[in-house]
Structures are given as structure tokens and as C-alpha cells.
T-cell receptor, first 113, second 110 residues
Framework: EAGVTQFPSHSVIEKGQTVTLRCDPI?????LYWYRRVMGKEIKFLLH????????ESGMPNNRFLAERTGGTYSTLKVQPAELEDSGVYFC???????????FGNGTRLTVT | GESVGLHLPTLSVQEGDNSIINCAYS??????FIWYKQESGKGPQFIID?????DKRQGQRVTVLLNKTVKHLSLQIAATQPGDSAVYFC?????????FGRGTSLIVHP
């Protein structure tokens, strides 16, 4: 089975620019999560989809972040406009159901200069 | 060991030794816990999980112990190998939103 795929693997942008991260889940995994890890700190929750519906977006830092999952398949996370503190590694993880292990992608390393 | 919210600790061991990585959790209502291993440049990978109706679970070379009284979780790795070098995270998965700590960096010296 193909794993969770994230694109791009790295992105370097200037402050004020826009970046869109993409996550392709494992087929059949209705639950899709976005997490972020900044500077070796904890992996922090951003939001959770079940199919195309946002179940919880309490971790989204502000309205510069927008996540979508049209059709309940792949998901995108857009940061607009990017700020320096947005730098970090953004992980997507999926699961077939709640209370089951997450399957992570390899992450997108975002650097805002 | 690891405690959610504190500085990333490091554990250094010699190849062949046993490793113990600790984790304290805060939510007494949590009923599901997972250990993940993250190697450089990759996403976290599932190692082993345990539900709150158990206090011990064994896998291949790994054992997870759960002490609900003191809200403590540990991961034991037997005969640690260089390939075990990674950052290890415990996660509380009792809700639909798994919560992670900062991780423990395990360094295995040959």
C-alpha cells in the first residue's frame, strides 16, 4: 500500500509570499490530520478532517492558514501571507478511524526568510 | 525521559544495551497511548500502542509499560542497535486528536 505522500518536501519562501502544501492520504483513510513541528519542539496539532469535513481546527494559529480537503481525498494547507514564525516541518497524517495509529508523511520543511 | 512541554531530552546508550525512554502525560482520561519513532528526514512511524486496560504490552524488542496511577508511560528497547537512533515520541490518543510531546532523542553508540 502506498503511504502518505506530501509535496513539496522542502520550500523556501520570502516573508509575505504564499505557499501551498499538499498531502495525499492512504486510500480509504477518512481521518486526515495536519501537524507542525517548530525548531525541535513538540509536534503540534493544527487540524483534523473526516472525509471532506473539518472536525477540529482549534490548532490553526491564525487566519493566514487555510486547509481544504475537497472531495475527501487529498488535502492542501495554504499559508498566506507567510511570516518568519511559520517556519517548521509540516506533517500530514492519516488514519482509517479514530483511536488508531497515525500514518505520517515525510513532511514538508518550510523555511520563511 | 520525556515530559510533554519540556526541553527535548537526549538518551545516549551503547550498542547492545537496553534503552528506557520515559513519558509523562497529563490527561487522566486518556485511554490510548502510542509510541512513534522519527528518523532524520522522515515522518514519525508507529512502533507500539497500548490501551488503558493494560499495563504492559510487548512487541519485537520493544515493551511499553503504562502506569495510570502516576500517569507515566515508558518504552523499553532491548539490545539497542545503531538503527534505533532516532527521536521517539509518545502520544496520547484518547480523543480523535492525538497529542504529542517534544520527543526524546536516542543516540546509540557502536
Amino acid at each position: 500500500e502506498a503511504g502518505v505522500t506530501q509535496f513539496p518536501s522542502h520550500s523556501v519562501i520570502e516573508k509575505g509570499q504564499t505557499v501551498t502544501l499538499r498531502c495525499d492520504p492512504i486510500s480509504g483513510h477518512d481521518n486526515l490530520y495536519w501537524y507542525r513541528r517548530v525548531m525541535g519542539k513538540e509536534i503540534k496539532f493544527l487540524l483534523h478532517f473526516v472525509k471532506e469535513s473539518k472536525q477540529d481546527e482549534s490548532g490553526m494559529p491564525n487566519n493566514r492558514f487555510l486547509a481544504e480537503r475537497t472531495g475527501g481525498t487529498y488535502s492542501t494547507l495554504k499559508v498566506q501571507p507567510a511570516e518568519l514564525e511559520d517556519s517548521g516541518v509540516y506533517f500530514c497524517a492519516t488514519a482509517p478511524r479514530g483511536n488508531s495509529p497515525l500514518h505520517f508523511g515525510n513532511g514538508t520543511r518550510l523555511t520563511v526568510t | 525521559g520525556e515530559s510533554v512541554g519540556l526541553h527535548l531530552p537526549t538518551l545516549s546508550v551503547q550498542e547492545g544495551d537496553n534503552s528506557i525512554i520515559n513519558c509523562a502525560y497529563s490527561n487522566s482520561a486518556s485511554d490510548y497511548f502510542i509510541w512513534y519513532k522519527q528518523e532524520s528526514g522522515k515522518g514519525p512511524q508507529f512502533i507500539i500502542d497500548i490501551r488503558s486496560n493494560m499495563d504492559k504490552r510487548q512487541g519485537q524488542r520493544v515493551t511499553v509499560l503504562l502506569n495510570k496511577t502516576v500517569k507515566h508511560l515508558s518504552l523499553q528497547i532491548a539490545a539497542t542497535q545503531p538503527g534505533d537512533s532516532a527521536v521517539y515520541f509518545c502520544a496520547e490518543g484518547g480523543s480523535y486528536i492525538p497529542t504529542f510531546g517534544r520527543g526524546t532523542s536516542l543516540i546509540v553508540h557502536p
